[in-house]
């Protein structure tokens, strides 16, 4: 169960706190991988007009990318 499913169904207990954090914690980490699938997402007719220095930042920004989501499964 997800942290914000116990966070909801929570009942004022001690590990209250405990939940919070766990659900702000899962939060952020699908707010960085959509974060990394938004620089990821680069399509093919973007690429084909863009200068080698354009296509040399569009790759150092997947690289960080890799480095904030490193777990995605490339298709």
Known sequence: MSAWMDLVNADGSD???ELCNRAL???QEETL???ARKIRDVGVDEWEGMSDAAR???QARAAVADLIDPDVEES
């Open 15 to 17: 590990g209250w706190l």
């Open 25 to 27: 914690v899962e939060v």
């Open 33 to 35: 991988r959509r974060a």
């Open 56 to 58: 040399r930042i569009r």
